[in-house]
């Protein structure tokens, strides 16, 4: 039930370096000679954080303040959370995360394995009527590809601002095996599917048709993102040699 750390090699000759935490033990993180988990960089606070391990979890302390540090969950397509500046013992709920702290190299990254979270089964697969699925997605149909394709620059950066347009999502998709003979009037009508149908976004009042088509695409990737309907394991589908 170990948590683990791991600084990336800084520099060619570099080798990552790692730490181990059973329940219980923490680390102090920051530029101070003597923390733990030193980075050695003027914009690095000389206390920034600690990281105690807890159980099948951990916690994480701004020790800065001035930044909240972002900690950011590279498998769950822009999840994050915050923890701002003196919050002590915030409950990091990812298995797998990374810490950015903002340095002259644009940021350092500190990832944190944790155990594998326990889940309790559902009470209602025990008893009683079942409950609808709100976001029905049928993975195999070209919606779920133009979804992909929408999704993709978060999916692989969280911090990205990018969302594709129609005719980026076209380029995006030819070659991809049932995407041949798609149109960017085709584009734009699984872009409206899933935001009237499938996504069921709410809609901008008073503005034109430009923004109203830039905001329906935005508003599908947010969505998607924060309920999970799009994971990382997903993007081979955008191979064009599956």
Not at 102 to 127: G, N
Request: glycine fraction near 8%.
């Amino acid at each position: 039930m170990s948590v683990i750390l791991q600084l990336p090699a800084v520099g060619d000759a570099g080798t990552p370096r790692s730490w181990e935490l059973a329940p219980g033990q923490r680390v102090l993180v920051g530029r101070e000679a003597g923390v733990e988990v030193r980075i050695d960089d003027p914009h690095v606070p000389r206390w920034a954080a600690e990281i105690r391990a807890v159980s099948d979890f951990w916690t994480l302390t701004n020790l800065g303040g001035e930044l909240p540090l972002v900690v950011e969950n590279p498998e769950g397509g822009g999840e994050f959370v915050k923890v701002a500046p003196g919050r002590s013992g915030a409950p990091v709920p990812f298995e797998f995360a990374r810490i950015r702290f903002p340095t002259a190299r644009s940021t350092t990254d500190l990832l944190v394995f944790a155990p594998e979270h326990q889940h309790e089964a559902s009470v209602e697969r025990l008893r009683g009527e079942s409950t609808r699925v709100p976001f029905r997605l049928d993975r195999s149909a070209k919606y779920f590809l133009v979804l992909l394709a929408l999704c993709e620059p978060r999916l692989i950066d969280p911090a990205s601002l990018v969302v594709p347009t129609d005719r980026d999502v076209l380029d995006r998709l030819r070659g991809v095996p049932g995407c041949d003979g798609l149109s960017p009037s085709a584009i734009g009508f699984h872009v409206d599917y899933l935001a009237d149908h499938k996504l069921r976004v709410k809609e901008r009042e008073a503005v034109g048709a430009e923004s109203r088509a830039d905001h329906r695409r935005q508003a599908i990737v947010s969505l998607a993102l924060r309920y999970d309907l799009v994971r990382l394991d997903d993007m081979r589908r955008l191979d064009a040699t599956a």
